[in-house]
């Protein structure tokens, strides 16, 4: 693995910093991270390059693990752009992008966008849409225990106790925190997503923890249903962030995706 | 008069020269998410030579890629197309766009020009080129049905077909083929019988994910070469990269 801090030029914004951790060589995956920062997909990008041949791309959105986000970068679609404009300084081609939570209404801001780079898409228990009677879990509202309890379906294995993190890090989950704010609002949602999404023709795959508590199964289903031809697919005894607590279901759901159940895509 | 000649520019897009004039077929010039030639695009639409018409057998994306081809230098190029595609055609400002259905001919420049029947996801025909004793099936991603035997009956002989082989299926779609695949191309080909014979439409990849979610496909064309060899061995079967003019 290999860090480069790449600057990107973005319209409106003006030059952005970017810290991509690079995994392995061949067939390209973009993996971003949600609310949990970037610390919560890298053991997954490194068991999933140990385990392929695959090149797993790691951006730590600016803002989160300490990095610095400049003032005009505020938004979701912002962050889209970032990556895709990164894909293309890259010249990378046949990109699936992959997100969890947050990271995963990236994905599908960065799918919107419509780049020849980007293959396909896989939404990993994502935010971004609104479905009445299935709100996102207010992040903000919650105790950091009431967080663990939610996110996974056995908190124990990684349940911590903030209190006992060293400064630094106490500081760098308080700007993950206020990222999260930035970037995604209170709410979490975009009223207009669920709407565009269906203009989209882009393979994508939904995976969903049956145990997830931020964003329960049903608003999984929404979200794929809202996607034109996206398979949904459930993971098993899983939270919010499968690739944390189930890392091994998730690259076979995306490796053996071609073992298609037919009927998954008839919801 | 030169030789009926076929040059492939990409996936089922072919520059066809017969009676002295030039064809395209099936124009694909761009890229987009979950569609990608997997080959090279040997010739872009700025390049593209002097054309006496353009054959479009189908309004799929990757066989009618109007958007890109409508930066062709003349949008008074004769087309000749499925009538699913005449609409789409002159919105993109084509000017002279006539529908062919099965078994109806029109001539240009002194070649005859025969829509001939197919079977795909969506309505759909392929084409006959014929200049005196030669003609040239196009078949574009047609899949083998009965219908294509009457071709040598109705038409006369074939001397060079271009036929896709990749035998396309649609996962979400039951699984349903839409493409004949390689040892039906070589039925075909044993049917048709002609000199020689040429595999398109088998590089394609809707990239990592959508061949794993959307279709599966042959990717080898040596599958057809194999077949025919064994059922249609009086046909030669000529797999060309894009770019590879190879005459009759």
């Given amino acids: 693995m290999n860090t480069a801090l790449y600057t990107i030029g973005l319209a409106g914004i003006g030059p952005v910093e970017v810290s991509v951790a690079d995994h392995g060589s061949g067939q390209p995956f973009l993996l971003l991270h949600g609310g949990a920062g970037p610390q919560s997909v890298t053991g997954f ?34 962050l889209a752009a970032l990556y895709n404009a990164l894909l293309d300084q890259l010249d990378l081609r046949d990109v699936t992008v992959i997100g969890n939570s947050i990271g995963g209404w990236v994905t599908a801001e960065i799918a919107l966008l419509k780049s020849p780079r980007v293959s396909g898409i896989v939404l990993i228990d994502a935010v971004g849409i609104e479905v009445p ?3 996102v879990a207010d992040f903000f509202s919650l105790t950091i225990d009431q967080v663990f309890q939610r996110s996974f379906h056995n908190p124990e294995p990684f349940r911590i106790d903030p209190a006992t993190l060293p400064p630094a890090a106490q500081a760098i989950a308080a700007g993950n925190r206020a990222a999260i704010g930035v ?11 669920v709407g565009r999404l269906g203009t989209l023709e882009i393979p994508t795959l939904v995976l ?6 931020i964003v329960d199964v049903d608003y999984g289903r929404a979200y794929a249903a809202a996607i034109p031809m996206a398979r949904f697919q459930l993971l098993a005894e899983t939270g ?12 076979h759901a995306i490796w053996d995706s071609a073992d298609t159940d037919f009927a998954a895509f008839a919801r | 008069m030169s030789n009926t000649a076929v040059t492939r520019i990409t996936h089922s897009c072919h520059l066809i020269e017969i009676g002295g004039r030039t064809f395209l077929t099936d124009p694909w010039f761009s890229t987009r998410p979950g569609y990608y030639q997997g080959e090279p695009i040997a010739v872009g639409v700025a390049d593209l030579p002097r054309l006496d018409g353009v ?88 899949m083998l049905i009965p219908e294509l035997a009457e071709i040598p009956q109705r038409l006369g002989h074939i001397s ?12 979400p779609a039951n699984n349903m083929q839409v493409v004949m695949n390689a040892q039906e191309a070589a039925e075909l080909t044993a049917i048709l019988k002609p000199e020689l014979a040429i595999p398109h439409h088998y590089a394609f990849t809707k ?18 070469q194999d077949a025919a060899r064994d059922l249609a061995p009086a046909t030669s079967v000529r797999i060309t990269e894009p770019g590879t003019r190879v005459e009759l």
């Fill in chain 2, 55 to 142: 054959l479009i057998t189908h309004e799929h994306y990757d066989h009618c890629d109007l958007q890109a081809f409508a930066a062709y230098r003349d949008q008074s190029v004769p087309l000749f197309v499925a009538e699913t595609v005449v609409e789409s055609a002159r919105k993109h400002g084509f000017t002279d766009v006539t529908a062919l259905a099965p078994w109806q001919e029109v001539e240009a420049g002194g070649v005859t020009i025969t829509a001939t029947p197919a079977r795909h996801g969506v309505y759909e025909v392929t084409f006959v080129l014929r200049s005196g004793p030669e003609a040239v099936y196009f078949a574009g991603d047609t």
């Fill in chain 1, 183 to 193: 970037y995604a609002g209170t709410t979490m949602t975009d009223p207009a997503l």
């Fill in chain 2, 160 to 171: 060079l077909a271009l036929l896709p082989t990749n035998g396309l299926h649609i996962r």
């Fill in chain 1, 240 to 251: 919010h962030s499968p690739q944390l607590e189930t890392p091994d279901l998730v690259i």
């Fill in chain 1, 45 to 78: 990008a490194e068991k999933f390059a140990a385990s392929h041949d695959v090149r797993v791309l790691v951006p730590t959105h600016p803002g989160f693990g300490g990095a610095p986000r400049p003032e005009a970068l505020t938004s979701v679609g912002d």
């Fill in chain 1, 208 to 213: 969903w923890g049956d145990s997830d508590g």
């Fill in chain 1, 133 to 135: 009677g299935h709100p």
């Fill in chain 2, 207 to 224: 990239g990592f994910l959508g061949d794993r979610l959307i279709t599966s496909s042959d990717k080898n064309p040596h599958r057809y």
